[in-house]
C-alpha cells in the first residue's frame, strides 16, 4: 500500500505471523512542479510505484525463504522482468499486431485494422488472466488482490478500517490496475487508428514510443472516472473494466482481509490513523474527504 508519505509491505510467513516493511515516499512532484503536470504525473508516478513494487517484490520473495537463504538480489530481478517485457511485447504487441495482418488482408481502412488488432489483443490478454487465474498461486494472488480492494474500500467509505469491516465491501475498484490497463487498450486502438499503415517493425516501435502518451492520457481518464462514479454515463463507461475484476479479483480470506488491513493502517498518515481510530471508539466516522491521498497501486 502506498500512502501520502509511506509505502507499507505486510507479508504473511509461513510461521503464520506477519512481516512489515515501511519505507518513505519520495516522490518527483514534491521536488518538481513539472512532475506534478497533468499527462505527465501518471507516467512519473506509474514509473515510481514500479520502482517500490519491485523492491517490495523483492523483499517480500525473501520472507517465504529458509532461513539463511539469500534474498532476490537486483540482477536476478533484473533478469526476470526483462524477460517479462519480451514476453509481453511478443504477446500483446507483436502478436497480435501480426495476426491482424493475416486476419484483416483484405481491409481497407485503417481505423478497421486496428480495431482487429486491438480485439485480438483483448482477447489474448483476457485468455491469459483466465488461464493463469487457475493456477493455485495465482488464485491465491488475485485472493489478496480482492483483500486490497475491500480494505480501501472500507477506509474510503468512512468505515472502520478491520477485516470484518473490510470483507462487507465489493473486490471491485475503479482505480485497479486492471481498470487501467483496459484503458489503456482501449486508448490504443484510438490513437493508432490515426495512423497510417507501416511496416510490422515500425508498427511494434511505434507502439513502444508511443506508451508514455496513452499511459500519461489514461491515468488522467482514470482519476477524472474515480471522481465522478456518482454519474451514470462514467459507471457505463467503467463497466468493462470493473467487470473484467471479476477475473483479476477473488474473495479473500480473514488472514488476507488482515494482511491488507496491516499494510493500509502502516501506511496512512499520523492524522489518517488517528481518524481510523476515532472511527473504532465511535463506531462509524465518515471522512471529510474521499481516499485521494492513497491512490490504488494494483
Not at 85 to 103: C, E, H, Q, S
Request: net charge positive; with cysteine; aromatic share 8%.
Amino acid at each position: 500500500m502506498r500512502g501520502p508519505d509511506t509505502y507499507a509491505v505486510a507479508v504473511r510467513k509461513p510461521d503464520g505471523s506477519v512481516a512489515m516493511k515501511t519505507g518513505p515516499v519520495t516522490s518527483l512532484a514534491s521536488r518538481h512542479p513539472i512532475a506534478r503536470l497533468p499527462f505527465v504525473r501518471g507516467l512519473i508516478g506509474l514509473a515510481e510505484s514500479m520502482k517500490i513494487g519491485m523492491g517490495s517484490l523483492r523483499w517480500s520473495a525473501a520472507q517465504s525463504m529458509p532461513e539463511g537463504e539469500r534474498e532476490l538480489g537486483r540482477g536476478s530481478m533484473g533478469i526476470s522482468t526483462l524477460m517479462a517485457i519480451v514476453f509481453f511485447m511478443g504477446v500483446f504487441v507483436a502478436l497480435p499486431a501480426t495476426l491482424a495482418r493475416i486476419l484483416g488482408g483484405g481491409f481497407d481502412a485503417r481505423w478497421q485494422l486496428t480495431v482487429l488488432e486491438g480485439t485480438i489483443r483483448f482477447a489474448l490478454f483476457v485468455g491469459y488472466l483466465v488461464a493463469i487465474g487457475r493456477l493455485p498461486d495465482v488464485r491465491r494472488l488475485f485472493q489478496y488482490h480482492g483483500a486490497e480492494h475491500k480494505t480501501i474500500a472500507a477506509f474510503e467509505a468512512g468505515d472502520v478500517v478491520t477485516p470484518d469491516a473490510a470483507d462487507r465491501y465489493s473486490t471491485r475498484h475503479v482505480r485497479c490496475g486492471t481498470n487501467f490497463v483496459l484503458i489503456v487498450m482501449a486508448l490504443t486502438v484510438a490513437v493508432y487508428s490515426v495512423l497510417g499503415r507501416p511496416s510490422l517493425p515500425m508498427r511494434v516501435l511505434s507502439e513502444i514510443f508511443l506508451v508514455p502518451l496513452v499511459v500519461g492520457i489514461s491515468y488522467e481518464l482514470i482519476r477524472l472516472a474515480a471522481a465522478g462514479m456518482r454519474y451514470r454515463v462514467v459507471r457505463i463507461l467503467m463497466a468493462p473494466g470493473l467487470a473484467l475484476q471479476r477475473v483479476t479479483t477473488r474473495p479473500p480470506s480473514r488472514d488476507q482481509l488482515e494482511v491488507a488491513v496491516t499494510s493500509l493502517r502502516a501506511a496512512m498518515s499520523e492524522t489518517q490513523r488517528a481518524e481510523v481510530e476515532t472511527r473504532l471508539d465511535a463506531g462509524f466516522a465518515p471522512m471529510r474527504w474521499v481516499g485521494a491521498a492513497i491512490p490504488l497501486p494494483a
